[in-house]
Structure formats: C-alpha cells, structure tokens
C-alpha cells in the first residue's frame, strides 16, 4: 500500500469517528418531567466509547431540556411524560440557550452539543401493548387504560368517559339523554317542558291540579294537560 493511501485510510478512519460523535437524534427513556416548565431530564439509549478507552458506556442523564409540544398564540396541547416513557430526542446544530430567551445563539460554538437537546415526541416501544382505541378512525386522543377518549372523524366527535366542565354550554341542536338529567341550581325554559309520552304526557305550562278546597292539598297532574 502506498503512502498516498496509508493516508487516505487514516483520515477516512479519523473522519469516521470523528462523524460518530455527532449526535443529531436517538431515542431516550424519561427520567423526570416537569409540566410546569415543560422541562425534563432523559436518559439516552445509545453508548459510546470514550478517547482511550475500549469499553463502550452509556450516556449520562441529560437534565432539564425542553419538551417539544404545540404551544402557539395563547393556545397549547401539553402532553405529560412519565418516567419510563420512551422519546425522539433531537440536537440542534447551534446552541439553543440564548433562543429560548429569544435571542440569538452564535455558530462559533460546538455543534450538535448535549445542551441543545430536545424531546421531539414519544415513541411506542416494540412489543407495545396497544390501547383498544388507539385504532379507531380519525383523530384520537385517548389513554392507555381505555377509560377516557375523544374521536373525531370527518363527520362527528365522538367522547368516552366521565366529563366535568367549568363554564356554560350553549347548544344549537337537540339534546338527547340516555340516563337522568339531575340539576342542582333552577331549569329555565323559554319553550314547552314535556313529561310522560303522548297522549298521557303532561305539558308543563298547561297542565292543571284539581284541589278540593283552597289551601288543600291537590291531586296528581291531569293526564294530556
């Protein structure tokens, strides 16, 4: 082999592991998540072999990264992971430290540091055991344990579970329910209030009760009134 090549070799092997400490994505565990800051420490499932060294090690904790979510005009969706969870983890380039502030990050710094990481999105591990809804149609946001889920397809939405809403609800269209509408402040109705099926039913602003004297107790509504 001539020199030239000797050369050649030993730059391509220099440049190869050179390229095999740039790490620009892997997957990785989560250790701790904090959803107030939207902020968490991981663990990236991937090793690599220090200068000098023969044995391989895994890579330490990377603490307090930013958690990629939508957050955009006011408005937000924020996942919550858990520890065990496993992530995307990517690396910027630059430096990202000064850009979260807003500001800008200078490119004669390191690239593609442990400083610039970010949780991407989680990820389902093989051999997963997949949530019964996860396969309906549509757009799904549900739970692992299957007790709460939303669905919307291209004509309806559909929603599973226990709801609890803080606020008011207006209704264009009809409301149907299946069980008992209990009410613990008053029911105002602009329109008929109906009990009963026809034609036994009683009208509520119709209906009458027969008292034998005044004051007396009355009788049960008349039925049709």
């Known amino acids: 082999m001539t020199f030239e090549m000797e050369m050649i070799n030993l730059l391509n092997d220099l440049l190869d592991k050179r390229l095999r400490e740039i790490l620009i994505g892997c997957i990785a565990s989560i250790e701790k998540h904090d959803t ?3 902020r968490a420490d991981i663990k990236p499932l991937i090793k690599f072999t220090p200068i000098g060294n023969i044995k391989s090690e895994n890579y330490a904790v990377i603490p307090n990264i930013p958690v990629l979510f ?17 992530v995307w983890v990517t690396f910027a380039t630059h430096g990202t430290c000064l850009g979260l502030g807003g500001f800008s990050d200078s490119t004669d710094e390191s690239i593609f540091n442990r400083e610039s990481a970010a949780i991407a999105h989680g990820i389902a591990p093989s051999g997963w055991k997949a949530p019964k809804d996860i396969s309906k149609s549509g757009l799904v946001i ?14 309806k939405i559909n929603i599973k579970g226990d709801i609890n809403i803080e606020g008011s609800i207006n209704v264009a269209g009809d409301v149907e329910a299946a069980g008992d509408v209990n009410a613990k402040g008053d029911v105002n109705a602009a329109g008929e209030v109906s009990a009963g099926k026809s034609p036994l039913g009683v009208k509520l602003s119709t209906h009458r009760h027969i008292a034998t004297s005044l004051g007396s107790p009355t009788d049960s509504p008349t039925p049709g009134t």
């Open 142 to 155: 549900g739970h692992n344990d299957g007790d709460a889920m939303i669905q919307i397809t291209d004509k």
């Open 36 to 38: 107030k800051t939207m």
């Open 70 to 86: 939508l957050n955009a005009g006011g408005f937000y969706i924020r996942p919550e992971y858990k520890r065990g969870d496993l």
